[in-house]
């Protein structure tokens, strides 16, 4: 199975500034990469499908990029209700997995 | 109003079954593949399984492979998560999801609020 790895597990920042977030894939998954968002209590969201798409309703401050094995997630401007945890995943063959998750706190 | 509301947790042994359902409500259900995300407590996200949106393939993450089982009804817009020789590694939020594209595997646009399950003597 793909092993999916983010970075950093951990970022702590202050509203108004950028974050970016990592996921490596242990082998090519060409675009096949989402990104979700989840907050305490809550199922996830779709923020990000095939490396760049934005899901419905997702602000623009939301973009992805990235290919193969390295993608990333850029979350500028923060706002408060940004702080979360976020999950990569991808779908390029079964099983489909998760990146272990990295959590966005406010500094 | 697309809707998935997951029910069927709770307290159950190590190596009993348990069967979960996701009901499905707002959009076509023939039309979608229907997937198990669980979240064990205080951890990530782990995909469990998929039900092709005709029913006619499965897929399975290898820790349940053999000891889980989807299934669908569409007369009843649910999906199903047989779930046989339940270990203490199952304990989980079960939660349903539903694919984002038509007749196709994709990514999970919506999903329920999830129910727990506990393994547990």
């Known amino acids: 199975e793909i092993v999916l790895t983010q970075s950093p597990a951990t970022l702590s920042l202050s509203p108004g500034e950028r974050a970016t977030l990592s996921c490596r894939a242990s082998q090519s998954i060409s675009s096949h990469l989402a990104w979700y968002q989840q907050k305490p209590g809550q199922a996830p969201r779709l923020l990000i499908y095939e490396t760049s798409n934005r899901a419905t309703g997702i602000p623009a401050r939301f973009s992805g990029s990235g290919s193969g094995t390295d993608f990333t997630l850029t979350i500028s401007n923060l706002e408060p209700e940004d702080f979360a945890v976020y999950y990569c995943?991808?779908?390029?063959?079964?099983?489909?997995?998760f990146g272990q998750g990295a959590k966005l706190e406010i500094k | 109003q697309v809707h998935l509301v997951e029910s069927g947790g709770g307290v159950v042994q190590p190596g009993r079954s348990l069967r979960l359902s996701c009901a499905a409500s707002g959009f076509s259900f023939s039309r979608y593949a229907l997937h198990w995300v669980r979240q064990a407590p205080g951890k990530g996200l782990e995909w469990v399984a998929v039900?092709?949106?005709?029913?006619?393939?499965?897929y399975y993450t290898d820790s349940v492979k053999g000891r889980f089982t989807v299934s669908r009804d569409s007369s009843k817009n649910t999906v199903y998560l047989q779930m046989n020789s339940l270990r203490a590694e199952d304990t989980s939020v079960y939660y349903c999801a539903r694919d984002m594209r038509e007749n196709y595997y994709y990514y999970m646009d919506v999903w329920g609020k999830g129910t727990a399950v506990t393994v547990s003597s």
């Open positions: 995943q991808h779908r390029a063959n079964w099983p489909y997995t």
């Open positions: 039900m092709s949106y005709d029913g006619n393939n499965k």
